[in-house]
C-alpha cells in the first residue's frame, strides 16, 4: 500500500486524497499516531491547494476526517489536539454529539493512563475540574438559557414541534417530523 501511496503523492502532490485514505488505511489497523499525520496531511493539503478537481473523498467526508482525527489524537494521548479538533468541530455544529462526549472524555484525566503517561509527563494533560470544563463549554453553548436547545444558530427556539403539513406523526427537535 505504501508503495504506491508514494509513487501517488510524487506524481500528484496536490491530491489530498492519498493522505486521505492513507490515513483511514491506519486508522483500521489501529496505528493511531500514523493515522493521524496522515489525516492531519491530507486537511493541510485540502487548506493549501484546494478541492477543484482533486480531493473528493476527503471533501466528501471532511466532518468525519476531523472528528476521526480527534479519535486518533486521543487515542495517542495527545488531548490538547483532540480537544483543539471537538472545539473546530462544535463551533461549526454543536449538536454533534458524539464529538462532545468525545471532547468532555478527553478533559476527564483518566487514571489507567495516568501510568502510561508518565513517561511522557511533559505532554501530559491535566485533570480539568467541573468549573473549568463548564467555562470552556460556556464559549461554545449558552448555559443561562432554558430549554432543550443551547445557542440555537438559526434553528426553532425550543420545544418539539410538527410538520406544518397538519399530519400525525413522531416529533422531533427542530420541527422534523416522521410521518
Keep these: 500500500m505504501m508503495e504506491i501511496y508514494d509513487k501517488a503523492i510524487r506524481l500528484i502532490p496536490k491530491e489530498c486524497d492519498y493522505d486521505y485514505v492513507a490515513g483511514k488505511f491506519y486508522v483500521a489497523k489501529q496505528d493511531f499516531?500514523?493515522?493521524?499525520?496522515h489525516l492531519a496531511r491530507a486537511l493541510?493539503?485540502?487548506d493549501k491547494h484546494g478541492s477543484v478537481n482533486r480531493g473528493e473523498l476527503l471533501t466528501g467526508n471532511l466532518q468525519g476526517t476531523?472528528?476521526?482525527l480527534a479519535m486518533c489524537h486521543y487515542q495517542n494521548g495527545d488531548l490538547?489536539?483532540?480537544?483543539?479538533?471537538?472545539?473546530?468541530l462544535l463551533k461549526a455544529?454543536?449538536?454533534?454529539?458524539?464529538?462532545l462526549v468525545m471532547m468532555l472524555c478527553a478533559f476527564k484525566w483518566d487514571e489507567e493512563r495516568d501510568a502510561?503517561?508518565?513517561?511522557?509527563?511533559?505532554?501530559?494533560?491535566?485533570?480539568?475540574d467541573a468549573a473549568d470544563v463548564a467555562m470552556f463549554l460556556g464559549t461554545l453553548y449558552d448555559m443561562n438559557r432554558k430549554g432543550p436547545y443551547l445557542h440555537p444558530a438559526g434553528?426553532?427556539?425550543?420545544g418539539l414541534r410538527e410538520s406544518g403539513?397538519?399530519?400525525q406523526g413522531h416529533l422531533f427537535p427542530g420541527g422534523t417530523a416522521v410521518l
Excluded: F, P
Aim: net charge positive; proline share 0%.
Design 165 to 167: 403539513e397538519g399530519g
Design 80 to 88: 490538547d489536539q483532540c480537544v483543539k479538533c471537538c472545539t473546530a
Design 155 to 158: 434553528r426553532h427556539e425550543g
Design 66 to 68: 476531523w472528528e476521526l
Design 33 to 37: 499516531k500514523k493515522g493521524a499525520y
Design 116 to 128: 502510561a503517561k508518565a513517561a511522557n509527563a511533559a505532554k501530559a494533560a491535566k485533570a480539568a
Design 93 to 99: 455544529d454543536r449538536y454533534l454529539m458524539s464529538t
Design 44 to 46: 493541510q493539503i485540502l
